[in-house]
Structure formats: C-alpha cells, structure tokens
C-alpha cells in the first residue's frame, strides 16, 4: 500500500514539473534556457564559418601554392592604356619610420613601385621585384618611388603591433628601407579584393603611375621576362611622366602668352 502512495506522489510530481516547465515557456519564463540555446546556435554559426573560411583561405592558398606557386599568369610585357588602369584603393598607413602616407595621394606626379605582402614568404617574393628595380634606378629619384606594405588581417598580431614592427625594423636592412616599408593593419579585405589578391602566401607587384592608375602588375615568384618588363614598363611611364609634365608647361605658357 505505502509503495502505491510512493509511486503516485512519484508521479504526481513528475507531472506537475513538466506542466510548470511548459508554463514556463509558455508565459516567458524559460527565457534564460531560450538565451542559452541561441547563444549555443550563435558560436554553431560561428564555428562553422569559420571552418567554411579556413577550408576556403589557407588550406586552399596552400594547395594552390604547392601546385603551381600560386602563380596564375605572367605579368604583362607592357604597360596598359591609362583608361584600362585601375585606381589604387584609398587609405592611410604610417612606415617603420612613423612616416603618414595616404595613398594614392602620395603617388601622384610619380612612377611608384607598390610591393605588397601578407606573410613572411610574400615579403622575400618581393625583394625579388624589389633588388632588381633600385639596381635599374637610383632610389631615390625625382621622378620615381617605391612602397612595400605588409597587409596585416591577424587580430592577434594586430594586439602585439609595436612588437611585431619592432621586429620588421631589425630584419628589414639597411634602417633608410624603413621610410619605404608601412604596416596596414586597416581594411585589408577590402584592399585585396580591389587590387585581386588572389593569395595571402605570395608577394605582388604593381605599377602605379602620376594619376594613382596601376597599369602594370606581377604576382608570385617573378621571371627572368617579367624582371626584364618590370623596367621597361617604368622607363614608359617615366616618359609618359616627362611629356606630361612637358605638355602641362607648354599650357602654362600658353596661357602667359
């Protein structure tokens, strides 16, 4: 008899808790169990793409680098027309020098040599464009300059910034390089995706003429061929530059006149 009244007030109970829990719900009280499961789906979600960008980004841009170097052409042989040049994104940076640049402001009236990198493999294909042209050409020069920006997407080195400029400042030799080298650790996806840079493993080259047009680039590990259009593209845009400066003199005369 007694372990008949047990099991009915057993069940009584169970009863009466299921009918609260759905009350609960009901009238808004299982709103923290509704916050927890949101929050739980929130970092599912966020787990998930973050997977979906690894499997995209890195693991892809490393495949891509095995196959083939990540080099998807060559660099063209000549410069491009002025109204096929793509403009230069716009943004602010500060060299390892602690020199603000705004760009393409600052390109403007000269031929400038624009190295981009994003990771310590990209930064020594760089040097490859890099020796070549300030063997070609005195650097630096009244009609040309040269820009090496790291583009830095890593929250966590973007926390430790002092540190890691601090470190590109001892391997980046000689100390005069430091005036020509910026950190951008601002809209880097929005720099890549308007100047195409396909992969964050390799390094990339562009042209950039007195208008802030780029209208020659390379990408990957340069050729002996795209060394050798690297300098004959820059001698074009430096007699683009001389006739430009030259036809805006003749204008002024003209108008003196």
Not at 48 to 67: D, M, N, S, T
Not at 86 to 109: E, G, K, W, Y
Not at 128 to 145: C, D, G, T, V, W
Not at 215 to 229: D, N, V, Y
């Amino acid at each position: 008899m007694i372990s008949q009244v047990l099991r009915c007030l057993c069940s009584r109970k169970v009863s009466m808790v299921g009918s609260c829990s759905a009350a609960l719900l009901r009238t808004g009280g299982g709103w923290k169990s509704l916050s927890s499961q949101s929050r739980a789906e929130k970092r599912q979600l966020i787990r998930e793409q973050l997977r979906k960008e690894l499997g995209q980004g890195y693991i892809a841009e490393l495949k891509e680098f095995r196959l083939n170097g990540a080099k998807r052409s060559e660099a063209p042989t000549n410069i491009c027309k002025q109204k096929d040049g793509l403009q230069f994104p716009t943004f602010d940076c500060v060299t390892l020098s602690q020199r603000q640049i705004n760009l393409p402001a600052d390109f403007l009236d000269k031929t400038t040599l624009v190295l981009l990198s994003m990771r310590g493999l990209g930064l020594s294909m760089c040097d490859l464009y890099r020796k070549p042209f300030e063997s070609a050409f005195q650097i630096p020069h009244p009609q040309l300059s040269s820009l090496e920006i790291c583009l830095v997407e890593s929250w966590f080195v973007k926390l430790i910034r002092n540190v890691f400029q601090g470190q590109l400042r001892k391997k980046l030799q000689p100390p005069t390089r430091h005036d020509r080298f910026a950190c951008q650790m601002v809209n880097a996806r929005t720099i890549k995706a308007t100047l195409s840079l396909h992969n964050s493993l390799i390094g990339y080259a562009f042209l950039v003429d007195r208008k802030g047009l780029v209208r020659w680039s390379a990408h990957g590990k340069p050729t002996e061929t795209e060394l050798r259009s690297l300098v004959f593209c820059t001698n074009k845009l430096m007699e683009e530059t001389t006739r430009g400066s030259s036809s805006v003199d003749a204008e002024c005369l003209d108008e003196n006149l």
